[in-house]
């Protein structure tokens, strides 16, 4: 996604998964994969290095995952709790809300 409109569509009309890193919204578009819209706030994440970090994170999760992830569009917004929580836990945690989508979109 590169517009805001699509961003703001997406939060609007989607379908929720939230933990305590995370939220996402969901919902279908009219391609044949899914794409990815990041939002990660500087007062969540105030420097841009672990702004940078947390985003290359949920990029290169959904790389890993997009094969099996119907055709839809996703934002991924960062929690609070996310910025001390450890990579690994943020990993497990972005695996869950992927194969949530995969089974209930």
């Not at 279908?28 to 969540?44: F, V, Y």
């Not at 890993?64 to 934002?75: E, F, G, I, Y």
């Amino acid at each position: 996604m590169h517009q805001p409109a699509e961003f703001k569509e997406v939060k609007r009309r989607g379908r929720k998964f939230a933990d305590a890193f995370f939220s996402l919204s969901v919902l279908a578009n009219h391609e044949t994969h899914p794409r990815l819209g990041l939002s990660i706030a500087t007062r969540t994440f105030g420097t841009a290095v672990s702004r940078n970090r947390i985003k290359r994170l949920a990029r290169e999760s959904f790389r890993l995952n997009q094969h099996s992830l119907p055709p839809v569009d996703v934002t991924v917004s960062a929690r609070d709790a996310a910025r001390m929580a450890k990579l690994a836990d943020l990993r497990s945690s972005l695996d869950k809300h992927w194969k949530s989508i995969t089974q209930k979109c």
